[in-house]
Nanobody, 123 residues
Framework: QVQLVESGGGLVQAGGSLRLSCEAS????????MAWFRQAPGKEREFVAA??????YTADSVRGRHAISRDSAKNAIYLQMTGLQTEDTAVYYC??????????????????WGQGTQVTVSS
């Protein structure tokens, strides 16, 4: 079983930056994909970015502002968020699993989830 722990959320003004971290512990091996999703109040969970064994993928809605990176030695991923907008306000979740190539954006394909970290962007 894998445990995922997020950190780095908080309150920031529009235009500001935040860096989220997620560390995984437990039985991790092979092509384990780690990803970020977010869920705003009243909305469905939304794909943000993923780090797979073959590369990284970022949602169109945040590309150019947010970037995912991975430290395989630490079993960790990071989400550097810049140019934050009020629309970025959400609970950000770290996810882990083995979705097939091209399917990293589908939340139901992930087995492991963190508890979430709140990001609030004020205008």
């Amino acid at each position: 079983q894998v445990q995922l722990v997020e950190s780095g959320g908080g309150l920031v003004q529009a235009g500001g930056s935040l860096r989220l971290s997620c560390e995984a512990s437990g039985r991790i091996f092979g092509d384990y994909t780690m990803a970020w999703f977010r869920q705003a109040p009243g909305k469905e969970r939304e794909f943000v970015a993923a780090a797979t064994w073959s590369g990284t993928y970022t949602a169109d809605s945040v590309r150019g502002r947010h970037a995912i990176s991975r430290d395989s030695a630490k079993n960790a991923i990071y989400l550097q968020m810049t140019g934050l907008q009020t629309e970025d306000t959400a609970v950000y979740y770290c996810a882990g699993g083995r979705p097939k190539i091209g399917s990293s954006r589908y939340s139901h394909l992930y087995d492991d989830w963190g508890q979430g970290t709140q990001v609030t962007v004020s205008s």
